[in-house]
């Protein structure tokens, strides 16, 4: 039998036999790293949508890896004029040394027609992370209902549940 033609499936049974996956951290507060993959469990309408989140100490991205609120967010999609191309929603959230449990920021999304670019941000909160939970309140940016001034309605603000999960080797 040839050795290294048998050293690929061996590798792979072990990674397999060993699981190529590890647990989700545990942490004790949103002061300690959150970056990786979450997904939302609640709302009931909001569950499955995923975020992935780049932890960079004081600065935190997030990003949206399906979009959230898929039901309600796409019901106004379907309502915007022609050649409105719609960007996924992103966060930027920051530790402050006065409550470094809480990461604050905004949530923003961009919503292009023609040669119109139109940035709507809200703001968005990180909070109540333990084990691998945490929760995320945020209005997400409605579309602009005027595109010469990017004037858009307010959305109400929900409270996503997430929990992050496993991440590959």
């Not at 909160?125 to 602009?144: D, K």
């Amino acid at each position: 039998m040839n050795r290294r033609a048998a050293a690929p499936g061996l590798a792979l049974a072990l990674l397999v036999a060993t699981g190529a996956c590890t647990a989700p951290p545990t942490r004790d507060s949103c002061a300690q790293v959150v970056g990786g993959t979450w997904t939302v469990v609640g709302p009931a309408e909001y569950a499955g949508h995923q975020w992935a989140f780049v932890d960079r100490g004081r600065k935190i991205e997030g990003y949206a890896l399906s979009r959230p609120g898929a039901t309600a967010v796409d019901d106004v999609i379907a309502t915007l004029p022609e050649r409105v191309v719609v960007a996924p929603t992103s966060l930027d959230l920051a530790r402050t040394a006065e409550d470094p449990a809480t990461l604050r920021g905004t949530a923003t999304r961009r919503y292009t027609r023609d040669a119109t670019v139109c940035k709507v941000t809200t703001a968005a909160a990180l909070a109540r992370c333990a084990g691998s939970t945490a929760e995320l309140t945020v209005a997400l940016p409605r579309p602009p209902s005027d595109d010469a001034s990017c004037a858009a309605p307010e959305g109400t603000p929900i409270t996503l549940s997430l929990r992050q999960l496993a991440e590959a080797r």
